[in-house]
């Protein structure tokens, strides 16, 4: 996902240096972008979850109520995630087409 993230800008500008622009037509270019913020919020996702037990050990107290707040924080970068992989037909169309292999 790191990579993916990386890359992206860097294949932007690769494309531009060469004057290939991407032809993609407007449904797989947004699915695209989705794919890449989906991976943006996986990634904040695991980097909050590892502040927060970083934070946890040098403080046993914030795992207790204390810590609410921060939880609150990580399930929300998991619940954008996971709303925005489900937003586009795409996710729809593979499980229908995995469906139809078995």
């Not at 449904?27 to 991976?39: D, F, N, Q, T």
């Not at 914030?62 to 924080?73: D, E, M």
């Amino acid at each position: 996902m790191l990579l993916a993230l990386i890359f992206w800008p860097l294949a932007a500008i690769l494309r531009k240096h060469y004057g290939r622009p991407m032809s993609l037509a407007p449904k797989p270019r947004r699915l695209r972008l989705l794919v890449r913020i989906v991976c943006l919020f996986y990634l904040l996702f695991f980097v909050d979850f590892g502040v927060f037990i970083a934070m946890g050990l040098k403080d046993i107290g914030l795992l207790s109520a204390r810590g609410i707040p921060w939880l609150h924080l990580i399930q929300q970068h998991i619940f954008h995630a996971m709303l925005l992989s489900r937003s586009g037909k795409g996710a729809s169309e593979h499980s229908n087409a995995l469906a139809r292999l078995f």
